[in-house]
Protein backbone atom coordinates (compact mmCIF):
# COMPACT_ATOMS: atom_id res chain seq x y z
CA UNK A 1 0.00 0.00 0.00
CA UNK A 2 1.15 3.40 -0.45
CA UNK A 3 0.57 6.18 1.43
CA UNK A 4 -0.89 9.53 -0.04
CA UNK A 5 -2.21 12.58 0.83
CA UNK A 6 -6.37 13.08 0.43
CA UNK A 7 -6.83 15.84 -2.41
CA UNK A 8 -10.09 17.27 -0.14
CA UNK A 9 -8.54 17.15 2.84
CA UNK A 10 -4.87 16.90 3.23
CA UNK A 11 -4.56 14.25 5.03
CA UNK A 12 -2.39 10.82 5.09
CA UNK A 13 -4.07 7.96 3.78
CA UNK A 14 -3.53 4.28 2.88
CA UNK A 15 -4.47 4.49 -0.79
CA UNK A 16 -5.43 0.80 -2.07
CA UNK A 17 -5.70 2.31 -5.59
CA UNK A 18 -8.78 3.66 -8.01
CA UNK A 19 -9.72 6.31 -9.39
CA UNK A 20 -10.20 9.02 -6.67
CA UNK A 21 -7.16 9.87 -4.45
CA UNK A 22 -9.44 10.50 -0.89
CA UNK A 23 -9.46 9.70 2.43
CA UNK A 24 -11.96 6.86 3.62
CA UNK A 25 -14.02 10.15 5.30
CA UNK A 26 -13.98 11.74 2.31
CA UNK A 27 -14.68 9.40 0.21
CA UNK A 28 -18.11 8.93 2.62
CA UNK A 29 -19.03 12.47 2.01
CA UNK A 30 -18.93 11.84 -1.67
CA UNK A 31 -20.82 9.26 -1.65
CA UNK A 32 -23.52 11.07 0.24
CA UNK A 33 -23.21 14.21 -2.29
CA UNK A 34 -23.49 11.08 -5.04
CA UNK A 35 -27.17 9.92 -3.44
CA UNK A 36 -28.17 13.53 -2.94
CA UNK A 37 -27.77 14.17 -6.49
CA UNK A 38 -29.11 11.30 -7.65
CA UNK A 39 -32.24 11.63 -5.68
CA UNK A 40 -32.68 15.75 -7.06
CA UNK A 41 -32.08 14.72 -10.37
CA UNK A 42 -35.03 11.89 -9.98
CA UNK A 43 -37.20 14.46 -8.21
CA UNK A 44 -36.30 17.66 -10.75
CA UNK A 45 -35.93 15.44 -14.32
CA UNK A 46 -35.74 18.91 -15.88
CA UNK A 47 -32.94 20.84 -13.99
CA UNK A 48 -29.89 21.92 -15.43
CA UNK A 49 -26.53 21.05 -14.86
CA UNK A 50 -25.74 24.40 -13.18
CA UNK A 51 -28.80 24.39 -11.43
CA UNK A 52 -28.09 20.59 -9.98
CA UNK A 53 -24.80 21.95 -9.18
CA UNK A 54 -25.49 25.04 -7.15
CA UNK A 55 -28.58 23.24 -5.72
CA UNK A 56 -26.49 20.29 -4.22
CA UNK A 57 -22.88 21.96 -3.39
CA UNK A 58 -21.31 20.07 -5.90
CA UNK A 59 -19.09 20.92 -8.78
CA UNK A 60 -20.21 20.56 -12.31
CA UNK A 61 -17.02 18.68 -13.22
CA UNK A 62 -17.64 15.68 -10.54
CA UNK A 63 -21.45 15.27 -11.92
CA UNK A 64 -19.63 15.28 -15.31
CA UNK A 65 -17.40 12.72 -13.79
CA UNK A 66 -20.18 10.47 -12.62
CA UNK A 67 -21.88 10.49 -15.98
CA UNK A 68 -18.98 9.48 -17.32
CA UNK A 69 -18.11 6.70 -14.79
CA UNK A 70 -21.93 5.89 -16.01
CA UNK A 71 -23.10 6.16 -12.04
CA UNK A 72 -25.42 8.98 -13.09
CA UNK A 73 -27.76 8.44 -16.16
CA UNK A 74 -29.99 10.96 -17.05
CA UNK A 75 -33.68 10.62 -18.99
CA UNK A 76 -34.24 10.81 -22.79
CA UNK A 77 -36.49 14.21 -22.46
CA UNK A 78 -33.72 15.67 -20.22
CA UNK A 79 -32.31 18.82 -21.54
CA UNK A 80 -29.13 17.73 -20.11
CA UNK A 81 -26.24 15.67 -21.87
CA UNK A 82 -22.30 15.09 -22.24
CA UNK A 83 -20.61 14.67 -25.60
CA UNK A 84 -18.94 11.19 -27.08
CA UNK A 85 -15.09 11.46 -26.21
CA UNK A 86 -14.97 10.32 -29.95
CA UNK A 87 -17.45 11.80 -32.72
CA UNK A 88 -19.13 14.63 -30.01
CA UNK A 89 -22.90 13.43 -30.59
CA UNK A 90 -24.52 14.32 -27.58
CA UNK A 91 -24.96 11.26 -24.98
CA UNK A 92 -26.75 10.72 -21.60
CA UNK A 93 -24.22 8.58 -20.11
CA UNK A 94 -21.28 7.01 -20.30
CA UNK A 95 -17.83 8.25 -22.54
CA UNK A 96 -19.06 6.93 -25.89
CA UNK A 97 -21.91 6.74 -28.06
CA UNK A 98 -23.27 3.31 -28.94
CA UNK A 99 -22.39 3.81 -32.46
CA UNK A 100 -18.71 4.45 -31.61
CA UNK A 101 -18.75 1.80 -28.74
CA UNK A 102 -19.72 -0.70 -31.90
CA UNK A 103 -16.97 0.49 -34.19
CA UNK A 104 -14.79 0.06 -30.94
CA UNK A 105 -15.82 -3.09 -30.39
CA UNK A 106 -15.45 -4.56 -34.10
CA UNK A 107 -11.89 -3.01 -33.72
CA UNK A 108 -10.78 -4.45 -31.20
CA UNK A 109 -12.66 -8.06 -31.98
CA UNK A 110 -10.61 -7.93 -35.32
CA UNK A 111 -7.35 -7.65 -33.73
CA UNK A 112 -7.85 -11.06 -31.89
CA UNK A 113 -8.29 -13.08 -35.12
CA UNK A 114 -5.21 -14.44 -36.04
CA UNK A 115 -4.65 -14.61 -39.96
CA UNK A 116 -3.97 -18.45 -40.61
CA UNK A 117 -1.21 -19.10 -42.32
CA UNK A 118 -0.53 -19.75 -45.84
CA UNK A 119 1.84 -22.15 -47.18
CA UNK A 120 3.15 -22.51 -50.46
CA UNK A 121 2.98 -25.56 -52.19
CA UNK A 122 7.18 -25.99 -52.32
CA UNK A 123 7.16 -26.07 -48.58
CA UNK A 124 4.10 -28.32 -48.35
CA UNK A 125 5.87 -30.77 -50.51
CA UNK A 126 9.22 -30.67 -48.73
CA UNK A 127 7.24 -32.10 -45.53
CA UNK A 128 6.30 -34.98 -46.91
CA UNK A 129 7.15 -39.04 -45.98
CA UNK A 130 9.63 -40.49 -48.88
CA UNK A 131 9.80 -44.09 -49.32
CA UNK A 132 12.58 -45.46 -51.21
CA UNK A 133 11.81 -48.23 -53.39
CA UNK A 134 13.98 -51.49 -52.81
Not at 9 to 23: D, E, Q, V
Amino acid sequence: MEVKNCRGCGRLFNYIGGGYLLCPACMDELDKKFTTVKEYIRENPKASLTQISEDNDVSVVQIERWVREERLVFADDSPIGIECESCGITIKSGRFCPKCKDAMQKGLGSLYKQPEPVVKRAERDKARMRFLDN
